[in-house]
């Protein structure tokens, strides 16, 4: 069966001689495996389809569960986000999400735009990177069914004040009555930093500025979350804290 599909890179692994074994992030069949063949001889046409960050058209053949590649249509290069150290672990993050929240037949297109306007922002945009993980992080636990509550505590629905916490058992902000051993205090200027990205678009996020300690915080929050929901940490981080 021939398929074409839009999709991104998420990880390139060798296999046998020449050959790639790409984990792509498609727009309409969800996660996939495909092959790509002879990508590693010196003078491969598609080599550029072989790593991490290509967004491109894959023209693709399947037999049984398994996808070989026939021919890829670059659509846009985010290759620039591996000239800088922090963007490259930041948007590596982004891509190891997606790979461990996505599974094959369960497109997500919500999450896939996210992804999408992420790697825009690492690539193209002079914007704080820390910003732009929290964004994503965010509007991938919306996509994925964890949404975070902002405005009212998630379990007795009273409305948010000052003193609040974060439930990793909710993926919420609650009250501090509701507080229990699954909570951590959050300080009014970490929450009110996370309401400020929470409700800018991702074209928009350039306008703001933040103290890096708490985004640090949040980075932390989200990714403990991220653990929480999952079951996965996320590896990339712990490059970017070395
Ligand atoms: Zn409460």
């Not at 839009?6 to 498609?26: C, P, Q, W």
């Not at 732009?132 to 009273?158: P, S």
Request: aromatic residues 12%.
């Amino acid at each position: 069966m021939n398929l074409t599909t839009k999709g991104i890179v998420l990880r390139a692994t060798n296999y046998k001689e020449s050959d790639k074994i790409l984990s792509i992030f498609s727009l309409e069949l969800g996660k996939i495996s495909a092959t790509l063949k002879g990508c590693r001889k010196p003078n491969a046409k598609l080599k550029f389809a072989g790593m991490p960050f290509c967004f491109a058209e894959f023209e693709l053949v399947k037999k049984g569960d398994f996808f070989t590649v026939t021919n890829v249509t670059e659509i846009e290069s985010f290759f620039g986000i591996t000239t800088d150290f922090d963007k490259l672990w930041y948007a590596t993050s982004v891509l190891e999400c997606c790979e461990f929240v996505i599974n094959q037949n369960e497109p997500n297109t919500k999450l896939f735009l996210a992804c999408l306007k992420a790697l825009k922002g690492f690539c193209f945009e002079s914007l704080d990177s820390k910003i732009l993980l929290i964004k994503f992080l965010t509007e991938l636990f919306a996509c994925t069914g964890y949404e975070i509550e902002t405005i009212k505590c998630k379990k007795c629905d009273a409305v948010l004040h000052h003193d609040l916490f974060f439930d990793f058992n909710l993926s919420s902000f609650v009250c501090s009555l509701c507080r229990d051993e699954n909570t951590v205090k959050i300080l009014p200027a970490e929450y009110s930093a996370f309401k400020i990205i929470n409700q800018t678009e991702f074209e928009k996020l350039s306008s703001i500025k933040l103290k890096s300690d708490i985004l640090d915080t949040l980075i932390h929050i989200l990714s403990t979350n991220f653990t929480a929901k999952f079951g996965h940490n996320i590896k990339s981080l712990k490059i970017l804290k070395k």
